[in-house]
């Protein structure tokens, strides 16, 4: 029986239960595998690692681990500049997209809200959620580390918040998108970009204090829902204050 000692640093050791983490971890093995099936089946799904150095020396997820190998597996750095050349996660997008996975209507809703282009249906299959990430080029959202571990899956986040406005400041911050907020321009239900509508083209669907009280409206042209400033637009505010204060 061969033997390789794995050991995960920073944040991927929430992956590990606690008596693994920050700690060389010994794996026993007959035939030799690739690093990324070792690292998936400690738990630590391929789309959360940035660098793997076997010895000291960066390889990538095809590396054929070997007896006695030293594996260190290593998120991304956020302060440290590492070389383009042995880094594993894919270059950012020019602009951030998603796929949500049925589990997170309540974060796609907030993703939208902040403008962010978001695919969500409640029925998509795991291998939809797989193959909208890499035909449309999106970041495929889940707290399902299997979903993550699919090989053909390059771009995905893992979340570690369950409450979906916790999951939404994570996201934030993780990914550096402050500055890409562009607040209601997106339809919370379908993602779809609205556009400014004459009061008088939508007065019929209007209530009588809606119509009274205010002048601004926006139509969403795929599901033809109805947006104006009124006290949700103000609760929105707030929410998108708590979770920009905490990016």
Partial sequence: MKRADVRFYAQLNDFLPPEKRAQNITCSF??????????????????????ILANGEPVDFFYRVHEG??????????????????RLLPQPLPEARFVADTH????????RMLGFDTLYRNDYADEDLARLSVDEERILLTRDRGLLMRTVVTRGSYLRATEPARQ???LLQRLHLA?????????????AVLRPVPKEAI?????????????????????????????????MLRLIESVTGSS
């Fill in 30 to 51: 007959d035939v030799s595998g690739s690093v990324k099936d070792m690292i998936e089946s400690l738990g630590v799904p391929h789309t959360e690692v940035d660098l």
């Fill in 69 to 86: 190998d030293r594996i260190s597996v290593y998120p991304e750095f956020q302060c440290i500049e590492i070389s383009p050349h042995v």
């Fill in 104 to 111: 997170l209507g309540r974060l796609a809703a907030y993703l």
């Fill in 168 to 170: 939404l400041a994570e």
């Fill in 179 to 191: 500055r890409a907020i562009t607040p209601f321009r997106r339809c919370m239900h379908c993602n």
């Fill in 203 to 235: 007065s019929d669907r209007l209530l009588p204090q809606t119509r009274r009280h205010f002048n601004e409206f926006y139509n969403c042209p795929q599901c033809g829902r109805i947006y104006w400033k009124g006290s949700h637009y103000r609760r």
